[in-house]
C-alpha cells in the first residue's frame, strides 16, 4: 500500500480521476488569480466595495493600513495562484497535493474570521467563496483516495 505522501505526489497520471481533479483544479486556480488581482488593484483592495469594510469609519492612516493589508494579501494570493499555475503545467500529477493546500488555506481563512473577524457592513461574498472552495478541496480529495483505495 502506498504512503499517503506518496498518493498526493504520484508519479504518473493514470488514476482514472485525475482529468477531474485537473479540471477542477484550474477553475480554482482562475478564481484564486481574479480574487488576487482584485485586492491589488482596486483602490481600496476591495475593503470597502467587495468587503463591506466602513473605511469611512477610520482615521485617514487606519483606512491606508487597511488598504495596504487588502494589497498584500492580494500580492500573497497572486503568489499563490502562479505557483498553483506552474504545478498544473509542469507538475500536474502533484495537483493532489494543491488540493491538501488548498483546504488547509481555506480552513484557515474561515477559523481566522471566528477568531478575528473584520468590522463588515454586511457578509462579505469571500466567506461563501472560502466555504465553497473548502468544499471542492475536500470533496476532491475525499473522492480520490476512496476511489483509489
Known sequence: ???????????????????GHYALLWVVT????IRSLLHLFLPDGGAGLIATIPLENYSEAAQ????????????????????MIIVLWKRPQSSLLLYVLIAFEYLSRILIGLY?????????PGVYGNYLLLFIAVSALLIHFVRND
Open 116 to 124: 478575528k473577524p473584520f468590522e463588515t457592513i454586511q457578509t462579505a
Open 64 to 83: 491606508a493600513t487597511i488598504v495596504s493589508m487588502f494589497a498584500f494579501w492580494g500580492l500573497s494570493q497572486t503568489i499563490v495562484a502562479i505557483v
Open 30 to 33: 482562475t478564481i484564486t488569480l
Open 1 to 19: 500500500m502506498k504512503r499517503w505522501i506518496d498518493k498526493l505526489t504520484f508519479s504518473s497520471t493514470k488514476s482514472p480521476y485525475f482529468k
